[in-house]
């Protein structure tokens, strides 16, 4: 039987025959989106029985530096352009189509058993920075702490950077994406990462493999969970991005059907199903 649906997931790759392999689309980039991306093409799939796609994560910049070599059609990123990525691609005569298709809350999150449930940002800017380096300050038991982050490639990574006004702890781990931050932090006391909270599970908090933190802008103002739909939609999660998707001008006529796909009924309601938000 003929596969109608190629994923590569970080460095694994499951190859597919198919006719027609110029039609086939490539889609790289954010590890935030990636499992977004392959639901909605699994749906997709169902509807074009003649529709193939090949599907990678890596990080923004990955996909971002694919479409610069025209390695793919589409980049998907949790980051807008930077102003050297816009003067390149005009250098070398590549036209790109933005999409903004969804939007995501980035979460903090820690050991199930970790004994605080909310942080401020000045305190967690003092540890994501190495500034704080145990957790007794917080928890009142004295414990190292250990951050598992992402390279400088991922749009998460360059996000929060941002977000926070800080420069990374020179100590903390570089993981490849959020399975591995999530799976780093289940079996730690100490750690603490950041994930895309689409990544992790909607449903209650004991089905959760780890705590998420809800953060408070300062000590004195209501903490905000990242899952809390209301507060999101209306913009009281300080850790709140849209989604990008980068599109090559000379690939759109092929990409269109699948991103008209993405903004219809069905494709708005399998990205509120997967945990991610609708730009309103």
């Not at 005569?93 to 999409?99: A, D, P, S």
Request: a neutral charge.
């Amino acid at each position: 039987m003929k596969l109608k649906l190629i994923v590569w997931i970080f460095s694994v790759a499951i190859f597919a025959s198919c006719q027609n392999r110029d039609k086939t689309i490539k889609m790289k980039g954010s590890d935030t989106e990636v499992n977004l991306a392959v639901i909605l093409a699994e749906r997709y799939s169902e509807k074009d029985k003649d529709f193939h796609i090949a599907i990678s994560g890596g990080g923004s910049g990955l996909g971002i530096a694919s479409l610069m070599n025209r390695q793919a059609d589409i980049a998907n990123s949790s980051r807008p352009l930077t102003e050297e990525e816009e003067e390149l691609f005009r250098s070398r005569k590549i036209v790109l189509r933005t999409l903004t298709f969804a939007e995501d809350a980035t979460a903090f999150v820690v050991h199930k058993d970790f004994p605080v449930d909310e942080i401020d940002l000045a305190t967690l800017a003092k540890i994501m920075s190495g500034e704080m380096k145990d957790w007794k300050e917080l928890t009142g038991e004295s414990l190292p702490i250990n951050i598992y982050g992402r390279q400088s490639s991922s749009g998460t990574y360059s996000f929060i950077k941002k977000k926070l006004k800080i420069s990374f702890s020179p100590n903390a781990k570089e993981m490849t994406g959020n399975a591995q931050i999530i799976e780093g932090i289940k079996v730690d006391r100490s750690g603490i990462g950041y994930v895309g909270a689409g990544y992790i599970s909607q449903e209650n908090d004991a089905a959760q493999p780890v705590k998420i933190l809800k953060i408070k802008k300062t000590r004195h103002e209501a903490a905000v969970s990242p899952l809390d739909r209301e507060a999101i939609n209306t913009r009281q999660y300080y850790f709140q991005r849209p989604l990008y998707q980068f599109v090559l001008e000379e690939s759109w006529e092929k990409v269109k059907p699948f991103i008209d796909f993405e903004k219809s009924g069905d494709g708005q309601a399998i990205i509120r199903s997967s945990g991610y938000y609708i730009i309103e």
